[in-house]
């Protein structure tokens, strides 16, 4: 049986977000937060700068927001200069199934730090290991298109996990599915997320890899189309992220977080354009 207990939805507002404002008739109004996720591409014990996910290319990170690409101060950066506590760490030596460096005590110590949210995507494939890393703390587990081996496990996986703990990365390159396994592959991002949502699955990240650290701005209508076909999934989207007016386009789509890095480590987006995007939600 799965370790992991069911939980009730998450409450509460982020912190830095404004509280609920009320009606004149005194009902509480939710405010609908757009969730900010930072971005960390772990790679030999290194943040690196990811970019269109050519891999062996991808050099440490050079950040305006700190002088060395050590994961414990970028967390600390994001954390303390942004105000922003969910953070997605990409193990990229997991994800490529490398034995050579295991991040499993630097994850540990991100877990641990204070007031930090981990999402954590580390080529996790089954409910054993995605049991185990929430036994460490980290808050979800990610399952990669790209890293999963099977068509059956589309469903196996969320039939038997907590929903609130997991998220899918639909990962693609130039709008094509990425997977090791032929039959996910051969989908296309439409179809494949129909799958999900009748496989059970409520969170799903959009991650096209040729528009990672690109600048070029996000496939924003495979975003529209997913939201307007699927309303009740929560969406998660990234990759080339340039600016503060795509959240805001973002935002006003419905879609349910926005995955940052370049834009964040460049000054692209400031801590300033945060907050007032943040207020004005």
């Known amino acids: 049986?799965?370790?992991?207990?069911?939980?009730?939805?998450?409450?509460?507002?982020?912190?830095?977000?404004?509280?609920?404002?009320?009606?004149?008739?005194?009902?509480?109004?939710?405010?609908?937060?757009?969730?900010?996720?930072?971005?960390?591409?772990?790679l030999n014990a290194q943040v690196v700068h990811a970019v269109r996910g050519e891999r062996k290319h991808y050099k440490p990170v050079k950040s305006v927001l700190c002088r060395a690409p050590d994961p414990l101060a970028v967390a600390a950066a994001f954390r303390d200069q942004l105000g922003l506590r969910e953070i997605y760490i990409a193990?990229?030596?997991?994800?490529?199934?490398?034995?050579?460096?295991?991040?499993?005590?630097?994850?540990e110590n991100l877990v641990?730090?204070?007031?930090?949210?981990?999402?954590?995507?580390?080529g996790t494939l089954d409910i054993e290991s995605a049991n185990a890393w929430l036994d460490l703390g980290?808050?979800?587990?990610?399952?990669?298109?790209?890293t999963l081996q099977a068509f059956d496990d589309l469903r196996k996986i969320p039939a038997g996990f907590n929903l609130d703990k997991l998220i899918f990365s639909l990962d693609m390159r130039s709008g094509k599915v990425l997977s090791h396994c032929p039959e996910i592959a051969s989908l296309s991002a439409m179809e494949l997320i129909e799958?999900?949502?009748?496989?059970?699955?409520?969170?799903?990240?959009?991650l096209d890899l040729i528009k990672v650290g690109s600048n070029e701005g996000m496939n924003i209508s495979l975003a529209s189309r997913a939201r307007a076909t699927f309303p009740?999934?929560?969406?998660?989207?990234?990759?080339?992220?340039?600016?503060?007016?795509?959240?805001?386009?973002?935002?006003?789509?419905?879609?349910?977080?926005v995955l940052l890095a370049t834009a964040l480590h460049r000054g692209a987006i400031t801590a300033q354009q945060l907050s007032a995007f943040q207020g004005s939600h």
């Open 1 to 42: 049986m799965p370790k992991a207990s069911a939980a009730s939805p998450e409450g509460g507002l982020p912190a830095g977000q404004p509280p609920p404002v009320k009606n004149s008739y005194t009902k509480t109004v939710e405010r609908k937060v757009m969730r900010l996720i930072p971005v960390i591409d772990l």
């Open 91 to 107: 193990d990229l030596n997991a994800i490529q199934g490398s034995a050579l460096t295991s991040h499993r005590n630097l994850i």
């Open 112 to 122: 641990h730090k204070e007031g930090i949210k981990i999402i954590l995507d580390a």
């Open 138 to 146: 980290i808050h979800k587990v990610v399952i990669g298109a790209e």
């Open 195 to 206: 799958q999900l949502w009748s496989g059970g699955w409520r969170e799903v990240i959009l």
């Open 232 to 257: 009740g999934l929560s969406l998660l989207v990234g990759g080339g992220i340039a600016g503060v007016e795509e959240l805001h386009e973002l935002k006003d789509m419905g879609i349910a977080g």
